[in-house]
């Protein structure tokens, strides 16, 4: 199983996916959210539990969704 992870400032935040041998598509994780502000920067960590292969990412996305309720903003993190 490979890991992605999203970090947030340098430190992981609560938003990961795991993929498992062959999968392919996007996934998402649509459980696990986070707020982001002006300023904060992003990055994406990938770790590969074992085996051999290639993996390729065709792009990754944060998608933004303001909550207006709430007061702030939801990010929901994707990979293809």
């Known amino acids: 199983t490979t890991t992605i992870n999203?970090?947030?400032n340098g430190s992981a935040t609560?938003?990961?996916?795991?993929?498992?041998a062959g999968v392919?598509?996007?996934?998402?994780d649509t459980t696990n959210t986070d707020t982001f502000a002006d300023g904060d920067y992003y990055?994406?960590?990938?770790?590969?539990g074992g085996g051999v292969?290639?993996?390729?990412f065709n792009y990754a996305t944060l998608?933004?969704?303001?909550?207006?309720?709430?007061?702030?903003t939801r990010r929901i993190?994707?990979?293809t």
């Open 6 to 8: 999203l970090y947030k």
């Open 14 to 20: 609560a938003i990961t996916i795991a993929l498992g």
């Open 24 to 28: 392919t598509g996007e996934v998402s």
């Open 43 to 48: 990055l994406i960590e990938a770790i590969r």
């Open 53 to 56: 292969g290639i993996i390729v």
């Open 63 to 72: 998608e933004l969704d303001h909550d207006a309720e709430a007061g702030g």
């Open 77 to 79: 993190f994707l990979i």
